[in-house]
C-alpha cells in the first residue's frame, strides 16, 4: 500500500489548524510542520502533498522550493500566501520554478479539497485507492475497505448500511467511488478484480455485476454512469 501523507507549513496557525481539520475529515494523513527544515526531513518513501505558505520561517523565494524539491520525485507543492500579499509576478515565479499550484490561504474548504483531490487524480491516480476509507465528495456515501461496509444516505435522514454487496460488487464500487468522476475502464476492473482470471472472463460479466450493484445501491444507483466504449465513472448531479 502506498504510504501519502499531507504536509502543511504555515506562518499563520489558524490556517494550519483549520486545513489540518479539514483533511483529516477526509481520512488522510495530515501533518503540521513546524519549519522548512523538517519538510526536507519528509520520509524519502512517503508521497505527498506540501502546502507551504509563502512567509517567514516557510518559503521566502521560488529557490527555497526548489532547494526541497532536488531529488524528490514524491513529493508535490501547492504555495499559497495572503490575497493581499499575492501578485501575479509572484504566482509565476512559484509556478515556473515547480509548484503545481499557487492559491491564496482564505480559500473556501470546499475548493482547497476540491482542488487537493483533483490534484491527487491527475498527478497520483492511485492514491485514492490507498486509503482504508473512500468517501463520496458530497458526504453521503463511505466505504471501508477494512471492516467491509458501505454506508449510504450519511448526512441525511435516511442513512443506513448496504450488507447484501457481494465481494465482486464490493470491489467495483470501492474502484469507482475512490476514482470518482474519473472514467474507469471495464479492462482496468478485469485486471485489478479477477487479477490472474482476467483473461478467462467476458468483460460483459462485469457489466452484469454493475446493473446487479446499481440495483442495490437503490437511488445512488444512478450516479453509476455507463461511459459507452470506454468502461463506468461514479459522478453526482
Not at 136 to 152: A, M, P
Amino acid at each position: 500500500m502506498i504510504k501519502f501523507a499531507i504536509w502543511i507549513l504555515a506562518a499563520d496557525k489558524a490556517v494550519s489548524d483549520k486545513w489540518y481539520k479539514v483533511f483529516s475529515r477526509e481520512h488522510f494523513e495530515v501533518r503540521v510542520l513546524p519549519d522548512l527544515a523538517s519538510l526536507e526531513q519528509t520520509e524519502p518513501g512517503t508521497w505527498g502533498i506540501s502546502f507551504v505558505e509563502i512567509a517567514a520561517g516557510c518559503f521566502t523565494s521560488s529557490k527555497d522550493m526548489k532547494a526541497v524539491l532536488s531529488g524528490r520525485k514524491n513529493l508535490s507543492f501547492i504555495v499559497f500566501a495572503r490575497q493581499d500579499k499575492t501578485t501575479n509576478a509572484m504566482i509565476s515565479e512559484y509556478l515556473e520554478g515547480g509548484a503545481d499550484d499557487f492559491i491564496s490561504s482564505d480559500i473556501d474548504e470546499k475548493i482547497l479539497l476540491s482542488k487537493m483531490k483533483a490534484h491527487i487524480r491527475r498527478i497520483l491516480p492511485s492514491l485514492n485507492l490507498a486509503k482504508t476509507v473512500v468517501t463520496s465528495q458530497n458526504g453521503v456515501i463511505e466505504i471501508d475497505r477494512t471492516k467491509r461496509t458501505v454506508k449510504l444516505g450519511l448526512r441525511t435522514s435516511g442513512e443506513k448500511t448496504l450488507e447484501n454487496l457481494t465481494p465482486k460488487e464490493f470491489e467495483i464500487f470501492y474502484r469507482l467511488l475512490g476514482s470518482e468522476e474519473a472514467v474507469v475502464t471495464r479492462e482496468c476492473l478485469m485486471e485489478e478484480i479477477w487479477q490472474e482470471r482476467s483473461g478467462k472472463v467476458n468483460l460483459e460479466t462485469i457489466d452484469k455485476h454493475v446493473e446487479t450493484l446499481r440495483h442495490k445501491l437503490g437511488v445512488y444507483g444512478r450516479n453509476i454512469r455507463t461511459v459507452y466504449g470506454a468502461g463506468y465513472t461514479y459522478k453526482t448531479g
